[in-house]
Nanobody, 125 residues
Framework: QVQLIESGGGLVQAGGSLRLSCAASERTFSNYHMGWFRQAPGKERVFVAAISRTDGNTYYADSVKGRFTISRDNAKNTVSLQMNSLRPEDTATYYC??????????????????WGQGTQVTVSS
């Protein structure tokens, strides 16, 4: 069982920045693909960004491309999401997720095996 703990959420003005971090309990963290998803009130949880376990390739939702950057530190068992130029529509609970299998796209939440509890990001206009 992998435990994921997110941190770094908060309240920020539009145009500002936040950095989310996710710490994993699993010592074989490098064996997992990692992703960030978000869920706004009344809406479904959607893909934000992901990073491959093998080659470090990154993937982004069109809505955050060029503004958000995902990275991982396998030595520290952490994955981060640097969020710049934040907009009110980025307001959501952000979830870290881990995917074991190589089967299935990193963009689909159904392919992830473990989830964190989420951290709230609120962007004021």
């Amino acid at each position: 069982q992998v435990q994921l703990i997110e941190s770094g959420g908060g309240l920020v003005q539009a145009g500002g920045s936040l950095r989310l971090s996710c710490a994993a309990s699993e010592r074989t963290f490098s064996n997992y693909h990692m992703g960030w998803f978000r869920q706004a009130p009344g809406k479904e949880r959607v893909f934000v960004a992901a990073i491959s376990r093998t080659d470090g390739n990154t993937y982004y939702a069109d809505s955050v491309k060029g503004r958000f950057t995902i990275s991982r530190d396998n030595a520290k068992n952490t994955v981060s999401l640097q969020m710049n130029s934040l907009r009110p529509e980025d307001t959501a609970t952000y979830y870290c997720a881990a995917k074991w299998s190589t089967i299935g796209t990193l963009l689909s939440r159904s392919n992830y095996n473990y989830w964190g509890q989420g951290t709230q990001v609120t962007v004021s206009s």
